[in-house]
């Protein structure tokens, strides 16, 4: 399963989402961490790693909350047609239906994010507001390549080690497991052409320009102006949806 998760107080865009998927379906690459000074587990280690028929396996099921993001067209139409498998929409402010990820995201604030400069744990019905840190964030800003070498390496190694005492093989193991009980394991064909294809947008939009007054084909979107050789072969009407 792959689960989406907004974060408060940050604006995800549809266009976020996808490049998120096109990502998952894409073999891992250790990122370059020169820049950060950290380092990989040695046995660092991402489920899209592994490939079978030289692809990487898909989730047969997408587990996602209500968040504006994932609903939006291009999310939903994309998801659909690139990654395919069960979209799966869970009730808001319902987190028990996904326990062992929101788990997961639970140990990533605690063990990690909170530990940053300008740290909090914020304000729940029982508890105010408390700070975790003792630098101040605005005397720390943060680095945005630098947190994803923080966060992948954190994740990698995360995948290695034990979940908790209730369940106490590591994400690696129990992939591993699965794959050598023979049993379903989903992956689709034409994954590379379904990666180009996630981020891609589509709209109608509608292409002007003149024939008889010499204006060539164009379409205006977001206060700019697009051209393109493949307008020439559209028909000849002045206005055109397409």
């Known amino acids: 399963h792959v689960r989406c998760r907004r974060q408060r107080q940050m604006c995800i865009r549809d266009s976020d989402v996808v490049s998120l998927f096109a990502k998952i379906m894409s073999p891992w690459q250790p990122r370059d961490l020169s820049t950060s000074n950290l380092s990989y587990s040695t046995s660092a280690w ?40 069960i979209l799966h929409f869970g009730r808001s402010g319902m987190g028990e239906g996904r326990p062992y990820i929101e788990a997961l995201f639970k140990k990533i604030e605690n063990g990690l994010l909170r530990h940053i400069a300008g740290g909090f744990a914020p304000a729940t019905q029982v508890n105010e507001r408390q700070v975790t840190t003792k630098p101040d964030g605005k005397d720390h800003p ?6 994803k070498d923080l966060i992948d390496t954190y ?3 995360h995948n290695v080690t034990s979940r908790s005492t209730r369940e106490p093989r590591s ?17 689709a064909p034409g994954t590379e052409d379904d990666v180009r294809n996630m981020t891609v947008r589509r709209m ?4 002007r320009g003149s024939r008889r007054s010499g204006v060539p084909p164009l379409v205006y979107l977001d206060h700019a102006r697009y051209r393109s050789c493949l307008l020439y072969t559209s028909p000849s009407p002045r206005d055109q949806r397409g």
Do not use: C, F, Q
Request: proline fraction near 3%; aromatic fraction near 4%; charged fraction near 25%.
């Open 142 to 147: 943060i680095l945005v390549e630098v947190l």
């Open 204 to 207: 109608k939009v509608t292409i």
């Open 46 to 85: 991402m489920p899209s790693i592994y490939l079978v028929d030289e692809v990487v396996m898909r989730s047969a099921m997408i587990a996602m909350d209500n968040d504006s993001s994932h609903h939006a067209k291009m999310t939903v139409r994309n998801l659909i047609d690139h990654h395919k498998g």
């Open 171 to 187: 994400p690696k193991r129990i992939i591993d497991e699965h794959l050598a009980s023979g049993e379903w394991v989903w992956h």
């Open 155 to 157: 994740v990698t190694s």
